[in-house]
C-alpha cells in the first residue's frame, strides 16, 4: 500500500531563509503527489500538484516542489519565507485519479521575526 | 464560485449520541471526500463518494457512516459517539476527470465529544 512521510514534525526557519520540507514517498509507480497547507482552524489548500511531465512544479504563493523518482521524494521548497507561511504543510499521495488520497502526518512550520 | 461547505462548523455532543454532519461541494465536482483529523493520528481517510455510491472506504469501524444525494451534497454520520471521536472532520470535492484527483477542502466541522 502507499505511504508518504514527513520527517520532520517541526521546522523553525527565520523569515527572509529559504525552506525545504521534506516528502518521501512509498509506491511501486508514479504517484500523483500534492502538498497542502493548513492555517490554524481551516481547511487544507492546494498548494501545487504532479501528475507527470516536468518534475519541478510551481504552486501558489511562491512555493515549489521537486519530483526525484530515484529519491521517492517530492520535497516542497521557498526561496524566502513569510511570517504569512507559518502553518502546517501536508504532502499527499494517490496512486490514481480514483483512488484514495494519503496524507503524511504533516510538517508544523514556525518562522522567527 | 463557492467552495466546499461544510455544516456545523463547531457542535458539542455527549458520549452514546449520534452526530451528523453535512457538506456541499463545489458546484459540478461529483466526488465528495470525507476525512478525520486529529492531533496523534493526523489526517484518515473516512470514505469518498462518487455520484451517490460509496468508492473508497478507509478503516474506521461501521459507526462511521456517510451517504451522497443526487445533487453531489454528502452527509456522515457518527452514531454511538465515543471521545476519541472528538476531531476536525473535513470534507472535500473533486471533478474526479482525467486531470487527476485534485481534491479541495471545506474549512471542517470541530466535533466535541464529552
Known amino acids: 500500500a502507499q505511504s508518504v512521510t514527513q520527517p520532520d514534525i517541526h521546522i523553525t526557519v527565520s523569515e527572509g531563509a529559504s525552506l525545504e520540507l521534506r516528502c518521501n514517498y512509498s509506491?511501486?509507480?508514479?504517484?500523483?503527489l500534492f502538498w497542502y497547507v493548513q492555517s490554524p482552524g481551516q481547511g487544507l489548500q492546494l498548494l501545487l500538484k504532479y501528475f507527470s511531465g516536468d518534475t519541478l512544479v510551481q504552486g501558489i504563493k511562491g512555493f515549489e516542489a521537486e519530483f526525484k523518482r530515484s529519491q521517492s521524494s517530492f520535497n516542497l521548497r521557498k526561496p524566502s519565507v513569510h511570517w504569512s507561511d507559518a502553518a502546517e504543510y501536508f504532502c499527499?499521495?494517490?496512486?490514481?485519479?480514483?483512488?484514495?488520497?494519503?496524507f503524511g502526518k504533516g510538517t508544523r512550520l514556525h518562522i522567527l521575526p | 464560485k463557492a467552495g466546499v461547505t461544510q455544516t456545523p462548523r463547531y457542535l458539542i455532543k455527549t458520549r452514546g449520541q449520534q452526530v451528523t454532519l453535512s457538506c456541499s461541494p463545489i458546484s459540478g465536482h461529483r466526488s465528495v471526500s470525507w476525512y478525520q483529523q486529529t492531533p496523534g493520528q493526523g489526517l484518515q481517510f473516512l470514505f469518498e463518494y462518487f455520484s451517490e455510491t460509496q468508492r473508497n472506504k478507509g478503516n474506521f469501524p461501521g459507526r462511521f457512516s456517510g451517504r451522497q444525494f443526487s445533487n453531489s451534497r454528502s452527509e456522515m454520520n457518527v452514531s454511538t459517539l465515543e471521545l476519541g471521536d472528538s476531531a476536525l472532520y473535513l470534507c472535500?470535492?473533486?471533478?474526479?476527470?482525467?486531470?487527476?484527483?485534485?481534491?479541495?477542502f471545506g474549512e471542517g466541522s470541530w466535533l466535541t465529544v464529552v
Open positions: 472535500a470535492s473533486s471533478l474526479a476527470t482525467s486531470s487527476g484527483n485534485t481534491i479541495y
Open positions: 499527499a499521495v494517490a496512486t490514481n485519479r480514483d483512488d484514495k488520497i494519503i
Open positions: 509506491y511501486g509507480a508514479t504517484p500523483y
